[in-house]
Nanobody
Framework: QVQLVESGGGLVQPGGSLRLSCAAS????????MSWYRQTSGKQRELVAT???????NVADSVKGRFTISKDNAKNTVYLQMNSLQVEDTAVYYC????????????WGQGTQVTVSS
């Protein structure tokens, strides 16, 4: 069973930075993509950034230029570097991994809270 464990969330002032980590229980090269999503109360989960197993990245327009997704294959870990944080970035951030065989399998972490407040 695949396990994804997020860490690195917390309280930060506007303009500050945080780095989230998502550690997988197995090789992340087995996944087609790994992504970060976020969700606030009453809203749908929003895709923030994705990185493919070959290293191609895609970042949502709302965080482009501020957030960076990266991975360390040797550590089976994906990161989300968040700079210039804004109050609107407050959310629970979830790690997602997609495995593609005949069908698609989605795996999710438990989420980590990020709160941006003065």
């Amino acid at each position: 069973q695949v396990q994804l464990v997020e860490s690195g969330g917390g309280l930060v002032q506007p303009g500050g930075s945080l780095r989230l980590s998502c550690a997988a229980s197995g090789s992340i090269l087995n996944f087609y993509t790994m992504s970060w999503y976020r969700q606030t109360s009453g809203k749908q989960r929003e895709l923030v950034a994705t990185i493919t197993n070959s290293g191609i990245v895609n970042v949502a327009d709302s965080v482009k230029g501020r957030f960076t997704i990266s991975k360390d294959n040797a550590k089976n870990t994906v990161y989300l570097q968040m700079n210039s944080l804004q109050v609107e970035d407050t959310a629970v951030y979830y790690c997602n991994a997609v495995r593609l065989t005949i069908i698609r399998y989605d795996y999710w972490g438990q989420g980590t809270q990020v709160t941006v407040s003065s």
